[in-house]
C-alpha cells in the first residue's frame, strides 16, 4: 500500500536549516506530483511547495512555493531513491508546525492543493 514517511524535523534556532525527508514507497513514485504542506497549532494546513513529475513529454520538473517560504525552503525529489526532500533554510519562529509530504497520481497545476495520500508528518519546532 502507499506510504508516505516524513522524517528530519526537530527543534532548531531563528536562521537555522533543516532538511525534511519523504520516504515513498507501494507505488510508482516518479509518476506522481508531490507536495510538502504544514499546520501550525490552532490553525489550517497550509501549502508549502510542490514538485511536478518528469513523463513521456515532460523532460523538467516544476516547482511552486508558497509566498510564505519562497526564497529560503527548495523541493526536490531523487526518483531513484523514491525520495521527496524539503531544504529549509533562514527558519523563522512561524515556520513551526507539523510538516507532512502527499501525493498524487493526477496531473495537475501545481496551485491545485487537493492530494490522494498523506503521511503522517513531522515536528518542525523554530525558537526565537
Known amino acids: 500500500q502507499v506510504q508516505l514517511v516524513e522524517s528530519g524535523g526537530g527543534l532548531v534556532q531563528a536562521g537555522g536549516s533543516l532538511r525534511l525527508s519523504c520516504a515513498a514507497s507501494?507505488?510508482?513514485?516518479?509518476?506522481?506530483?508531490m507536495g510538502w504542506f504544514r499546520q501550525a497549532p490552532g490553525k489550517e494546513r497550509e501549502f508549502v511547495a510542490a514538485i511536478s513529475r518528469i513523463g513521456p513529454n515532460i523532460l523538467y520538473t516544476n516547482s511552486l512555493y508558497a509566498n510564505s517560504v519562497k526564497g529560503r525552503f527548495t523541493i526536490s525529489r531523487d526518483n531513484a531513491k523514491n525520495t521527496l526532500t524539503l531544504q529549509m533554510n533562514s527558519l523563522k519562529p512561524e515556520d513551526t508546525a507539523v510538516y507532512f509530504c502527499?501525493?498524487?497520481?493526477?496531473?495537475?497545476?501545481?496551485?491545485?492543493?487537493?492530494?490522494?495520500?498523506w503521511g503522517q508528518g513531522t515536528q518542525v519546532t523554530v525558537s526565537s
Open positions: 507501494g507505488f510508482t513514485f516518479s509518476n506522481y506530483q
Open positions: 502527499a501525493a498524487r497520481s493526477s496531473i495537475l497545476a501545481l496551485t491545485t492543493t487537493t492530494y490522494d495520500y
